[in-house]
């Protein structure tokens, strides 16, 4: 009786999760757009439009900061790597945000890297400086 007590609580165990019921979302994604000379776009007027895509052409949605740099919403939430485009009225760039799960009691994702193709960027501290001329 015991032995079967026994072997029905460790089928138990194995068979419950032991992630704890919680979600780490990504950390936010920050771009600044600068010219060469480091003067932000959107702040003197040079850039009105900004818009950003993922490779299937869905579109990302972006806010506006009041420091004249945009958070790209909902980006990360994946495993493996993801190309967009970011497009605005002087230089069409193209990114990539390779992307893991977490590795603590929760479930979700983190960003490892993100890595621009056709532009000279850097990353600050808390977001990535893009040189768009």
């Not at 007590?5 to 950390?27: F, G, H, N, Q, R």
């Not at 990302?60 to 900061?65: A, E, G, L, S």
């Not at 479930?107 to 193709?117: A, L």
């Amino acid at each position: 009786m015991i032995s079967r007590v026994l072997m029905l609580l460790s089928i138990l165990l194995l068979t419950c999760s032991c992630k704890k019921d919680c979600y780490t979302a990504p950390e936010k994604v920050v771009f600044e757009l600068v010219n060469s000379s480091g003067q932000n776009l959107l702040e003197n007027g040079t850039l009105t439009t900004v818009g950003i895509s993922d490779s299937d052409g869905v579109g990302v949605q972006i806010t506006k900061t009041n420091d004249f740099k945009i958070v790209l919403e909902r980006v990360g939430s994946f495993n493996g790597t993801k190309n967009y485009k970011l497009y605005n009225t002087i230089k069409i760039a193209e990114f990539s945000i390779k992307s893991s799960p977490v590795t603590d009691d929760c479930d979700g994702f983190k960003i490892d890297e993100i890595k621009f193709d056709n532009v000279s960027y850097t990353k600050e501290n808390g977001y990535y400086k893009v040189v768009l001329e």
